[in-house]
């Protein structure tokens, strides 16, 4: 199955500032996808990346809050924008290729 | 957004117990997904069910799908501390659909 490297695997920042977390796949994968989870609960999904068009967003979650990019089929990027304290979560990105899913190793954020 | 709830939410049992971690929804999945998370890492998929009344082994553990497909369970036998972390269900939904709903999540922690 695919690897993910994920990055960065955490930070802090201050609010009103964003921050780019980037997902870089070792193969090809069909679908990838972005999530949210607080410490020790489930994760939300927060959009599917899809390559070269527009994400596919959830209901609560917006473009102009967690723009993504997706230029080609082993990368992906969310940017989590202006953010506040209420924002500090884990973010996990996904990629399937029609059977099982892999996950990066999450990046923990904090907003201060 | 299709829910599903797992039970319970926390287990803490002795070595060598069995137990059985639920999976509930009154949707109905394609297919079903169980993962384990270790702190720090992303969830790692260890079985996918697609028939209704599927049952799957997988060394200790045991994994059924429910008849209407709304529903599972995992099982294991004489737990082992390295059977500790964080418990998810995650289903598909429609045939063809790509994103995965996750269930609320079950932490283990087995002491030795």
């Known amino acids: 199955s695919a690897v993910i490297s994920q990055k960065p695997s955490r930070d802090i920042c201050q609010r009103g500032t964003s921050l780019t977390i980037q997902c870089q796949v070792d193969?090809?994968?069909?679908?990838m996808f972005w999530y949210r989870q607080q410490p020790g609960q489930s994760l939300t999904l927060i959009a599917t990346?899809?390559?070269?068009?527009?994400?596919?967003?959830e209901s609560g979650f917006v473009i102009d809050k967690f723009p993504i990019s997706r230029p080609n089929l082993t990368f992906s990027t969310l940017t989590v924008s202006n953010m506040s304290p209420e924002d500090s979560s884990i973010y996990l990105c996904?990629?399937?290729?029609?059977?099982?899913?892999?996950f990066g190793s999450g990046t923990r954020l904090t907003v201060v | 957004t299709q829910l599903l709830e797992q039970s319970p939410q926390f287990l803490s049992i002795q070595e060598g117990e069995n137990l059985t971690v639920y999976c509930n929804s009154s949707s109905v999945f394609s297919s079903l997904q169980w993962y384990r998370q270790e702190p720090g890492e992303g969830p790692v998929l260890l079985v996918t069910?697609?028939?209704?009344?599927e049952v799957k082994k997988l060394k200790r553990l045991t994994f059924q799908f429910g008849d209407a497909r709304k529903d599972s369970s995992l099982h294991i036998t004489a737990a082992q501390p390295g059977d500790t972390g964080l418990y998810l269900c995650a289903g598909r939904g429609q045939t063809g659909a790509n994103n995965l709903f996750f269930g609320t999540g079950t932490r283990l922690t087995v002491i030795p």
């Open positions: 193969s090809q994968v069909t679908m």
């Open positions: 990346a899809n390559q070269g068009s527009e994400a596919t967003y």
């Open positions: 996904s990629g399937n290729n029609g059977g099982g899913y892999t």
């Open positions: 069910v697609v028939t209704g009344g």
